[in-house]
């Protein structure tokens, strides 16, 4: 098949939520009964099926009769995706010429001998357990959990460094995803995000020996990041992480990318973020200060030359996730004075009036001496509020 024929096929995704692309009129809106019609046809792959065959599969339902069942086939024939063969009775099958199917190329692919680049595309098309999804026999998706299956072999037998993305691995076999101690549940640990083009496996080593038990998943360049922000809720799929400011593996493209990712977790997510960098600079030192509280960086570590720093990580680690008294000071402190400083610029902007300057003023202090000095609930509480009432980013992860 030439490639512009095999582009003018209608998609059809089963391995997750159903999606057609591109989203043919005829197909929008899809009733519930229709859309079983099509996962049957989709499961039956090449074989046909008949009316009373089709009807005998659905869900059980008393009025059902030959009539309804053609009438649910009717959108699928209106875009031209079904075949019918034969008369009385007429047989059905979908049509291998005017459609893809992922979990037909999930089949397919795992059985032709697939290299690494094969088995990350197959592992790609992987979006959620169908069976839990699609109402129709769970009997049915034997041979695609087969498939499912013969991947995660595959899978298994690649070094780490040719499996796909962790954010891939979680939808398909959540067991492969990152590293975790030995007998841990990893289902109950928090995950850190580690960004870093060069050193991701070395710094999440260390991250994984904090007293904090974590697993880590990684990103290892830019693109890898900006794939991962567009499957998966950041926000929540992570408590903390760590980012290399230096992403210059990628050619073309600016260095301090890891600053850009920083500002963008600051702006979309609440998760404590440290940066880490083999070379900050003197300008970097000078303003250290300025620098966490921009971007609400609860630490920046000096990897420093050959990573020679890089045990600084376990604690560093603790801060962000820790519970304890000293860690949650840390990122009330960092919260803080990132909300004090986005305010004062805002209001220099604003060209704020000198009271609402002194109330703002005052109530910071309250905070910051409770954060220093006071029971760490009552300083959670303050930080919170003053977060609040100044319109700064969110309370964060406290």
């Known amino acids: ?32 009964r229709a859309r079983e019609v099509l996962i049957l046809l989709v499961l039956a792959m090449d074989a046909e099926r008949s009316a009373r ?26 875009a031209g995706i079904v075949r019918q063969r034969g008369t009385k009775p007429e047989r059905y099958s979908l049509d291998p010429g005017k459609v893809t199917v992922d979990a037909w190329q999930l089949i397919e692919g795992v059985t032709a001998d697939p290299t690494p680049d094969d088995i990350d595309r197959l592992a790609h098309l992987w979006r959620g357990d169908p069976e839990k999804v699609h109402p129709v026999d769970p009997r049915l998706w034997r041979r695609v959990q087969r498939a499912r299956d013969d991947l995660i ?61 974590c697993r880590c998943e990684l990103i290892t360049s830019f693109r890898e990041w900006d794939e991962l922000r567009s499957e998966v809720d950041v926000g929540t799929e992570y408590q903390a992480a760590l980012v290399d400011l230096h992403l210059n593996n990628d050619p073309g493209l600016d260095d301090k990318l890891g600053l850009g990712i920083i500002a963008w977790l600051r702006d979309h997510t609440e998760i404590p973020v440290a940066a880490v960098s083999s070379a900050p600079g003197s300008g970097l030192d000078r303003e250290r200060a300025q620098l966490r509280a921009e971007y609400r960086l609860v630490e920046i570590v000096d990897k420093g030359r050959e990573n020679r720093y890089l045990n600084e990580i376990p604690d560093v680690v603790s801060l962000l996730l820790g519970r304890g008294e000293a860690s949650r000071r840390a990122r009330l402190e960092t919260w803080l004075m990132h909300a004090e400083r986005r305010w004062r610029r805002d209001a220099f902007e604003r060209r704020t009036c000198g009271e ?12 910051d001496m409770a954060v220093r000095h006071g029971a760490v609930d009552e300083a959670e509480v303050l930080v919170k509020a003053f977060c609040r009432t100044w319109k700064t980013d969110g309370d964060g992860v406290l």
């Open 53 to 78: 065959e089709l009807s005998q599969k659905l869900r059980a339902d008393p009025e059902l009769d030959m009539s309804t069942v053609h009438h649910y086939l009717k959108p699928l024939r209106d």
């Open 1 to 32: 098949m030439s490639d512009a024929a095999e582009e003018s096929r209608l998609a059809i995704n089963v391995l997750g939520e159903l999606e057609f692309v591109p989203n043919p009129p005829a197909l929008t809106g899809l009733k519930d």
């Open 356 to 367: 609402e300057l002194t109330r703002m003023s005052k109530e910071y202090q309250a905070a």
């Open 153 to 213: 072999r595959l899978i298994k037998e690649l070094p780490r460094a040719e499996r796909p993305r962790d954010a891939v691995l979680r939808r398909l076999a959540p067991e492969l995803v990152g590293a975790a101690p030995p007998g841990a549940r990893r289902a109950d640990l928090p995950c850190v995000l580690v960004i870093d083009d060069l050193h991701a496996e070395t710094v999440a080593h260390q991250a994984l020996a904090s007293s904090c038990e």
